[in-house]
């Protein structure tokens, strides 16, 4: 199983930004995928989720400003962001979810966001 994060880099505040996390390895359309971002000295935390059925939730902090949407066909899922801010740095990482009876749960190696003027 691999999930691959790209699109990650330096931007200034109020710009926007495009992660993608390519996965290979499992049923991509039955997972639930996430986006976690991991700030120095904080705990990792969850920024957005999109289910199989392409429910959506978002953490507070990012909401109105993050989009996250996924495509089956390219087993790919996308975190828009928009109207970035400096506490926005973080190494964001993709997740892919799925329970049943036996739980399922795999990382990428995450991609750095580092918003800066």
């Known amino acids: 199983v691999q999930l691959v994060e790209s699109g990650g880099g330096l931007v200034q505040p109020g710009g926007s930004l495009r992660l993608s996390c390519a996965a290979s390895?499992?049923?991509?359309?039955?997972?639930?995928m996430a986006w976690y971002r991991q700030a120095p000295g904080n705990q990792r935390e969850l920024v957005a989720g999109?289910?199989?059925?392409?429910?959506?939730n978002y953490s507070d902090s990012v909401k109105g400003r993050f989009t996250i949407s996924r495509d089956n066909a390219k087993n790919t899922v996308y975190l828009q962001m928009n109207s970035l801010k400096p506490e926005d740095t973080a190494v964001y990482y993709c997740n892919a979810d799925f329970s049943l009876g036996s739980k399922y749960d795999y990382w990428g190696q995450g991609t750095q966001v580092t918003v800066s003027s």
């Open positions: 390895g499992i049923r991509f359309s039955i997972y639930t």
């Open positions: 999109v289910t199989r059925d392409g429910s959506t």
